[in-house]
């Protein structure tokens, strides 16, 4: 299981890599600008993490057994890239439909990346924790909440990003940040199951 574990993480760290470098292409020719407006997507901030914590993890078990520390790392990483997956299909998804959202780089980025951190970690990696270890994974969640609602609705009109993610459509920020605060504690509390 340590080897099929640190392919996994391997071939997570690499797949996203490559997708990230990829964002600052536009028709082959480089465009820092166009790679950095990328970074305020969930999606890409949530497979960046979870690849720092995947390379993270494989260069552990390459080691030996992965320190409880480097574990906490990865699951913070899989519960990120997992709220991207459940926020797709159910959220995203319905509005905006599938298609788009996985097809090219999203099919990775939105489901074969969050798949592949889930398989390793809840069946190659994953200790027992702690309820406190498991609500940890909310921080990601709530730390990107509290950018999105100060550049969507707090900024300054000139420096506000696009509600892009919908997530204060009617003025309904509360109940968006809320549910996504709920639904995170659901999937932290599943793997805390598992």
């Not at 090219?104 to 702690?130: N, Q, W």
């Amino acid at each position: 299981m340590r080897i099929a574990s640190i392919v996994i993480n391997a071939v997570i760290f690499v797949v996203t890599t490559v997708l990230l470098v990829r964002c600052f292409y536009k028709e082959g020719q480089w465009q820092l600008r166009r790679g950095l407006k990328a970074f305020r997507y969930f999606t890409v901030l949530s497979n960046a993490f979870c690849a720092l914590t995947a390379l993270a993890m494989a260069i552990s078990q390459l080691g030996g057994a992965a320190s409880p520390a480097v574990l906490t790392f990865k699951y913070l990483g899989t519960v990120s890239v997992t709220v991207t997956l459940m926020t797709v299909f159910l959220f995203l998804g319905p509005t905006q439909g599938y298609r788009a959202l996985l097809s090219g780089d999203s099919f990775y980025m939105h489901l074969a990346g969050p798949l592949l951190a889930i398989v390793s970690f809840c069946f190659m990696e994953k200790r027992d924790m702690t309820m406190a270890t498991a609500l940890t994974g909310l921080l990601p969640v709530l730390l990107y909440g509290v950018v999105y609602l100060n550049r969507v609705v707090y900024a300054p009109e000139e420096k506000r990003w696009e509600d892009f993610y919908g997530f204060n459509r009617g003025g309904k920020w509360p109940v968006a940040f809320g549910a996504m605060l709920v639904g995170t504690a659901v999937v932290c509390l599943l793997f805390w199951i598992v």
